[in-house]
Structures are given as C-alpha cells and as structure tokens.
C-alpha cells in the first residue's frame, strides 16, 4: 500500500474504532458519564473530551486551520463533533500524496513553543495511536459498566475494508 492509502486507512480505522466506542456508550446516562471510575482518573467523557480535542488540534496544525475548542456540553454535541472531526480528518487524508508522508514542518509549536520538526506520517500515527490509548481506557470503563465495545482491533477494520 502506498503511504498516501495508509494514511488513509489508519484515519479510517481511527473513525471506525471511535464510533465503535462511541456506539457502546451511547446508553449510558449522564451520570454515567461524568463520573470516575477506578481505571482512570478522568471520566468518560472527559476522556472523550480529550480524544476529540487532540484530534482537532493535530488537524488544525496539518492545515493551518486555527484550534477551536469543541463544544461537549450535552452527548449530543460530543456526536456532532466527532462526527465533523472525523469528516475534517477524511477529507484531509483525501488530499494527501505519498510525499506528503514524510513532509516536516515545525508541527509542535503550536503546542510547546519549540519549532520541533517531525514527519507528517508521524504525527498521523501519534493520532490513531493516542486514540487507541484513550479508547482502550473507555473500553475498561465501560466493560465495568456491562457495554464492552467488543474488538477493537484494526484488522477487524481492515478485514471489512475488503
């Protein structure tokens, strides 16, 4: 696969996984989600949070977009940012070729002041890979609240892309 279809599909794979995730905790209450358990020190929702506003910032910095703040004051705002997150990072991925994978820009300025270079590609899988992190703590969370998110693997994704 050439490195512009990998981005691609690791971006897919982290919308597939994040809706899998958020799917399983759509039933739970507000409570539910706001409240901490013992696999973190942060809720649900709050890891939630977290997860979207990385995803935002890392596409602000790959397109020079300013970073906006989400709005996840009600669970229908969470969805609606997701789902125009996912869109904005799909159509970012759309545009890229495989010389942009190792492309290099001072990408953590934004975020620590210091023009620090890393390769686009890089920074793409710091993205699927932070997600998998914080999706692994909402499935722990959410196993102890009886709706495990089942397999989250990204061969599961990948097997149904064929």
């Given at each position: 696969?050439?490195?512009?279809?990998?981005?691609?599909?690791?971006?897919?794979?982290?919308?597939?996984?994040?809706?899998?995730?958020?799917?399983?905790?759509?039933g739970?209450?507000?409570?539910?989600?706001?409240?901490?358990?013992?696999?973190?020190?942060?809720?649900?929702?709050?890891v939630?949070?977290?997860?979207?506003?990385t995803?935002?910032?890392?596409?602000?910095?790959?397109?020079?977009a300013?970073?906006?703040?989400?709005?996840?004051?009600t669970?229908?705002?969470?969805?609606?940012?997701?789902?125009?997150?996912?869109?904005?990072?799909?159509?970012?991925?759309?545009?890229?070729?495989?010389?942009?994978?190792?492309?290099?820009?001072?990408?953590?300025?934004?975020?620590?002041?210091?023009?620090?270079e890393?390769?686009?590609?890089?920074?793409?899988?710091?993205?699927?890979?932070?997600?998998?992190?914080?999706?692994s703590?909402?499935?722990?969370?959410?196993?102890?609240?009886?709706?495990?998110?089942?397999?989250?693997?990204?061969?599961?994704y990948?097997?149904?892309q064929?």
């Amino acid at each position: 696969m050439a490195l512009a279809g990998h981005a691609r599909s690791l971006i897919g794979f982290h919308q597939w996984a994040n809706e899998k995730i958020l799917d399983a905790a759509s039933g739970l209450s507000d409570d539910d989600l706001s409240r901490n358990l013992p696999a973190t020190t942060m809720s649900i929702g709050d890891v939630f949070a977290h997860m979207l506003g990385t995803m935002i910032f890392w596409h602000a910095n790959w397109t020079g977009a300013p970073y906006r703040q989400p709005d996840v004051s009600t669970r229908d705002r969470l969805l609606a940012e997701y789902a125009a997150s996912h869109a904005d990072l799909r159509a970012f991925a759309e545009r890229l070729t495989d010389a942009d994978w190792a492309r290099s820009e001072p990408w953590w300025k934004r975020l620590t002041g210091r023009p620090d270079e890393l390769p686009l590609g890089d920074t793409i899988v710091q993205v699927v890979n932070h997600g998998t992190q914080h999706r692994s703590e909402i499935a722990v969370m959410l196993t102890e609240l009886g709706r495990s998110p089942g397999d989250l693997d990204y061969l599961n994704y990948a097997f149904r892309q064929r």
